[in-house]
T-cell receptor, first 114, second 110 residues
Framework: DSGVTQTPKHLITATGQRVTLRCSPRSGDLSVYWYQQSLDQGLQFLIQYYNGEERAKGNILERFSAQQFPDLHSELNLSSLELGDSALYFC?????????????FGPGTRLLVL | ELKVEQNPLFLSMQEGKNYTIYCNYSTTSDRLYWYRQDPGKSLESLFVLLSNGAVKQEGRLMASLDTKARLSTLHITAAVHDLSATYFCAVDDGSEKLVFGKGTKLTVNP
């Protein structure tokens, strides 16, 4: 158990809908990262937040948005869903020890768009 | 744009054998990570490699980094069934983003 929690574990929805994925980082970790894992694209970095502020952006679609709240939990919002958005969505939080950053991944949310 | 290539993508090996997984990356980076993922599970951090010539070992796994060749290897010694998983390397692109390889699915057969 990495200490990162994600809800829900599974989500089934229809095209055109909107969903919200939630992530709670490990206690004390300020950074949250979101990743998408799909069979065709592999693991892709979406976005990073640090202490409430957006820090880095990757291959995140305009239909997707995220935020990090004052209590450091984060939400990833996916809207106008398409079949191709079906994937496993991970969040990770990170800690820097002796100058080395390590990311700890949550269990993921498996999204199925029908 | 940083690209990360792993090979092989699939590896089937017998228990007790040794093998190496390779991770090549296209641009300079000072951080390389190895992760393990079991089917349907999350990613578990294995190693962080920071400098040229870095070598880290944990049990039957040993990872090394050659920043000049832009190559990292994950060596498996005397494989056991419990090592069956998918192994990913990931490279920091210098802006706190990790770029992942496609993963190597390792199956260790009795």
């Amino acid at each position: 158990d990495s200490g990162v929690t994600q809800t829900p574990k599974h989500l089934i929805t229809a095209t055109g809908q909107r969903v919200t994925l939630r992530c709670s980082p490990r206690s004390g970790d300020l950074s949250v990262y979101w990743y998408q894992q799909s069979l065709d694209q592999g693991l892709q970095f979406l976005i990073q937040y640090y202490n409430g502020e957006e820090r880095a952006k990757g291959n995140i679609l305009e239909r997707f948005s995220a935020q990090q709240f004052p209590d450091l939990h984060s939400e990833l919002n996916l809207s106008s869903l398409e079949l191709g958005d079906s994937a496993l969505y991970f969040c990770a939080s990170s800690v820097v020890l002796a100058g080395v950053e390590t990311q700890y991944f949550g269990p993921g949310t498996r999204l199925l768009v029908l | 744009e940083l690209k990360v290539e792993q090979n092989p993508l699939f590896l089937s090996m017998q228990e007790g054998k040794n093998y190496t997984i390779y991770c090549n990356y296209s641009t300079t980076s000072d951080r390389l990570y190895w992760y393990r993922q079991d089917p349907g599970k999350s990613l578990e951090s294995l190693f962080v490699l920071l400098s040229n010539g870095a070598v880290k070992q944990e049990g039957r796994l040993m990872a090394s980094l050659d920043t000049k060749a832009r190559l990292s290897t994950l060596h498996i010694t005397a494989a056991v069934h419990d090592l069956s998983a998918t192994y990913f390397c990931a490279v920091d692109d210098g802006s706190e983003k990790l770029v992942f390889g496609k993963g190597t699915k390792l199956t260790v057969n009795p």
